[in-house]
Structure formats: structure tokens, C-alpha cells
């Protein structure tokens, strides 16, 4: 497939005649960046937008002076675009982009954007609203994990008596927020017997046994096209996971949002189970001391 083939596949693109897209195609330079090569850094000044022809990137928020952690916020891949608020506006960027995997990069820069925007005004229009629809998109998808995260946040002040009870009350409520019918299926990793054991379980539509069955080392990732696993572990242990099944297909770029989110709640969830197992060692000791005296 060309290059010009695979920009047609771009939304930002979807009203461009291929004479109108060839010609635009001719502002753009190609760049190809091995996996792990940096697009751009955060704080660094940008006026460039990119679309990615081939490969994946990653958007992601330094979380330390150092940039030695770093917060995924987007993962792209063939066919979006990022950088478009450098080109709307002359500001700093919010976050690095770095390629996850080979890629292959088309960069325009704002001079040239608007250049041709200024030729061909009513290709322009088409493109801009396509961006507009783009950045509410992600604006929504922002939006919608706040909320979540901020529910998520009510369980880590309750009470609960063991890690089982946490995450089946936390899957109660986060299944809510995704679109679609959904089954949920949250297992607890016992340390003394080295199994998963089911303590959730949520289902929307019936499924076949085989899927349904848990991985003998269950590792965060999609499954296919509408199963994720999330697993969850801390400090070098084991805790959780959890399985969600769409009844639908996921569609390339809801993968990659979802995926985002579902990391983000596995970092939390165990990071809050860490602290209850703490919790429940302590009380046991206390209890062994007063049995003593």
C-alpha cells in the first residue's frame, strides 16, 4: 500500500479528493524513527503536525525531574495524527511523543499548513473541522476518565476487609463507564496455593467456555479483538487480574484508549491492594501480640 493510499485512511483526510490529497501529500516530509527514538520532548517549542503512515507512538507526561517515569496519556497508531494544537497555536509542547515500535512519520509544519490552507480554502475548512472533531473526541475521552478515576478514588478512603472485597466493589462501579454490553471477570492471586481465584464475576451476553478461561500467566494486553486482561502486581508480587469482554468488536483506536485507561486503573487498584495487605498483616501481628500477653 502507498503512502498516498494509507493517508486516505487518515480521518483528517476523509473529504480530500486524491488529486487534492497528493498535492497536499507534497508539504510533507517523511521521517522514519526506530522504536524507542523520541518525536518530540516535553517543554520543547513545536509547530509541526504528524501523521502516522506506519508504526505506533506514544504520547505520554514526565513524571519526575529526571524523566526517568513517565504517564501514557495517548497510543497511537496508523492513521492518527497528534501535534495539531503546535500548528493552531505557537506554544510549548505538553508531552513527549516517542515511537513505541518502527515508524514512519509525515510532518508538516505551520508555515506550510497554512499555506496551503490559504490555496485551497475549502480543503481547509474540511481539514479543520476534522480536527476540531478530533480534539472533542479526545476531550470526552479525558473527561470521562476523570470521573472514573475520581470514583476510583471513593474506594481508596472505604474500608474493606480484604483485597477480594475491594476489587469486587471497585469492578461494580467501573463497568458502568464503558460503552457496550461488557462482561467482567476480576480474580484475586492467592500466594499459598499460586492461583487466581474468581471473586467477581458480571456478565452481559453469553460466551464460550474457552474464552473464558484465564491465561496460566496472565500478562496485560488485548486478546483479540474485543477481550482485554489487565493484570495488576506491585512491588515485585502478583495481586490481581481482571478480564473484560466487549459483546462487539473494539475498533483499532478504542483499543488504544482503552488501554490507556485500563492501565491507569491497574496501577491504582494495585497500589490500593498493596496497602490492604499491609493493613491486614498489621492487624494479624496486633492481634498475635495481645494473644501473647
Not at 48 to 58: A, F, M
Request: charged share 25%.
Amino acid at each position: 500500500m502507498s503512502d498516498i493510499e494509507k493517508l486516505k485512511e487518515v480521518t483528517l483526510f476523509h473529504n480530500l479528493s486524491e488529486a487534492m490529497l497528493s498535492e497536499f501529500a507534497g508539504y510533507f516530509k517523511r521521517t522514519d524513527y526506530a522504536a524507542g527514538d523520541v518525536v518530540f520532548k516535553e517543554g520543547t517549542q513545536g509547530d509541526s503536525l504528524y501523521i502516522i503512515v506506519d508504526g505506533e507512538v506514544i504520547v505520554e507526561k514526565s513524571m519526575d525531574a529526571e524523566d526517568r517515569e513517565f504517564k501514557t496519556l495517548a497510543i497511537l497508531s496508523a492513521g492518527d495524527f497528534f501535534g495539531e494544537m503546535a500548528v493552531m497555536q505557537d506554544q510549548v509542547r505538553f508531552a513527549q511523543a516517542r515511537a513505541s515500535r518502527e515508524s514512519s512519520l509525515y510532518e508538516i509544519g505551520r508555515e506550510k499548513f497554512f499555506s496551503f490552507i490559504k490555496e485551497n480554502p475549502e480543503t481547509g475548512i474540511s481539514i479543520f473541522s476534522e480536527i476540531m472533531r478530533s480534539l472533542l473526541k479526545r476531550l470526552q475521552h479525558t473527561s470521562s476518565e476523570l470521573t472514573m478515576l475520581f470514583d476510583l478514588s471513593g474506594h481508596l478512603l472505604a474500608t474493606y476487609k480484604t483485597p477480594a472485597d475491594f476489587l469486587s466493589a471497585v469492578m461494580e462501579d467501573l463497568r458502568h463507564y464503558f460503552e457496550g454490553s461488557w462482561n467482567v471477570r476480576a480474580y484475586v492471586y492467592n500466594m499459598f496455593n499460586e492461583e487466581y481465584e474468581q471473586v467477581y464475576l458480571r456478565e452481559s451476553f453469553p460466551q464460550d467456555k474457552a474464552a473464558c478461561e484465564l491465561p496460566a500467566s496472565p500478562q496485560s494486553g488485548w486478546l483479540g479483538d474485543n477481550t482485554y486482561l489487565m493484570a495488576c502486581s506491585a512491588e515485585g508480587h502478583k495481586l490481581a487480574c481482571t478480564v473484560f469482554s466487549r459483546e462487539t468488536a473494539v475498533t483499532p483506536l478504542e483499543k488504544n484508549n482503552l488501554a490507556t485507561i485500563f492501565n491507569t486503573i491497574s496501577a491504582v487498584i494495585g497500589s490500593a491492594m498493596v496497602n490492604l495487605e499491609h493493613q491486614t498483616e498489621a492487624a494479624m501481628l496486633e492481634k498475635l501480640k495481645k494473644a501473647k500477653i
